[in-house]
């Protein structure tokens, strides 16, 4: 059974940074593309980021390029977003994402293509 645990969200002011972790379990990590989405109140989930299973390849939302980085640990079956300069408007759950297909050759980026999710942190920037 493939489970996700997020952590690391919280409240943080206008200009700080916070770095979320997702750890998984129950199939090989290694083997598959991972994403972040957030959902805020009244909006669908969007794609904020992803990152190819080999670590290799990444892509961001236009809206946090530049600020959010994903990374992953194979050996520690970790993924990571380090959100830089928050704005107000980051603020939303955050949820982590796994691939439904193993050794992608391109990187995911369709919701659809992600089958198995965190719980879910949540991140509040504050004015």
């Known amino acids: 059974q493939v489970q996700l645990v997020d952590s690391g969200g919280g409240l943080v002011q206008a200009g700080g940074s916070l770095r979320l972790s997702c750890t998984a379990s129950?199939?090989?990590?290694?083997?598959?593309?991972m994403g972040w989405f957030r959902q805020a109140p009244g909006k669908e989930r969007e794609l904020v980021a992803s990152i190819k299973w080999s670590g290799s390849t990444t892509y961001y939302a236009d809206s946090v390029k530049g600020r959010f980085t994903i990374s992953r640990d194979n050996a520690k079956n970790t993924v990571f977003l380090l959100m830089n300069s928050l704005k107000p408007e980051d603020t939303a759950v955050y949820y982590c994402?796994?691939?439904?297909?193993?050794?992608?050759?391109?990187?995911?980026?369709?919701?659809?293509?992600?089958?198995?999710w965190g719980q879910g942190t949540q991140v509040t920037v504050s004015s």
């Open positions: 129950g199939r090989t990590f290694s083997r598959y593309g």
């Open positions: 994402a796994g691939d439904r297909l193993a050794l992608r050759s391109s990187i995911t980026t369709a919701p659809g293509e992600f089958d198995y």
